[in-house]
């Protein structure tokens, strides 16, 4: 009796540990890199003949600013596939950074309005407040455009990014990069 109950604590335990495991499975963050991971994975669903059904998860790669900005560092997010990942990646660059070691070069209340493609250019439409509170500057410009630029052309279908602002074209958003066309990736300013 007493061996049968030791077994079935045993079991119990194991798998306790085995749940709160799997529950972690994915790091919070990788601090050395200054990347992070954000995960959205939703609980697992059941299909009508009992089995599970996992969710699809990809990774998408946004662009954030180091601290010193001079470069761009990706940071990696996690997310269950959806039917436009190129907008959930401008929505997570929108977002705050998960790490303190960069900080996002998109200005304070910025939304993005829409988001197309067609003919491999992006065309991303920006609210007002990405020129009302740039901070100006022309590494903070060139760090915003680049990151804009950089996350959308992580996309094989996307090869060129036209920011819009309001709908519009516009010349430049502080005065320094021109985005009067659509604008190719820019490697030089990732650090490495």
């Known amino acids: 009796m007493r061996s049968t109950t030791r077994y079935l ?17 994915l790091p919070a963050s990788d601090m050395q890199s200054g990347n992070s991971v954000k995960s959205t994975q939703k ?22 600013a180091t601290l010193d900005a001079v470069y761009l560092v990706p940071e990696i997010h996690q997310i269950t596939r959806n039917e436009s990942p190129a907008k959930t990646a401008l929505e997570l660059l929108l977002s705050p950074p998960n790490s303190k070691n960069v900080v996002s ?3 304070k209340d910025t939304v993005l309005k829409k988001l197309t493609i067609k003919d491999r250019i992006a065309y991303a ?9 740039n901070i100006g500057g022309s590494a903070s410009e060139r ?5 804009i630029v950089n996350t959308l052309t992580e996309f094989p279908e996307i090869e ?9 074209v516009i010349e430049t958003i502080s005065g320094h990069v021109d985005i009067s066309e659509p604008l190719s990736r820019s490697i030089e ?4």
């Open 160 to 168: 060129k990014v036209q920011i819009l602002v309001e709908g519009k």
């Open 125 to 133: 439409d920006f609210n007002d407040k990405i020129i009302k509170n």
């Open 105 to 107: 070069p998109i200005p």
């Open 43 to 64: 609980a697992p669903q059941t299909a009508q003949n009992g089995n599970e059904v996992k969710a699809d998860i990809v990774k998408i790669t946004v662009y954030r």
């Open 143 to 147: 760090l915003l455009v680049g990151a």
């Open 189 to 192: 300013i990732i650090k490495k």
């Open 9 to 25: 604590l045993c079991l119990i335990l194991a798998l306790a540990m085995l749940v709160s495991g799997c529950a972690s499975s």
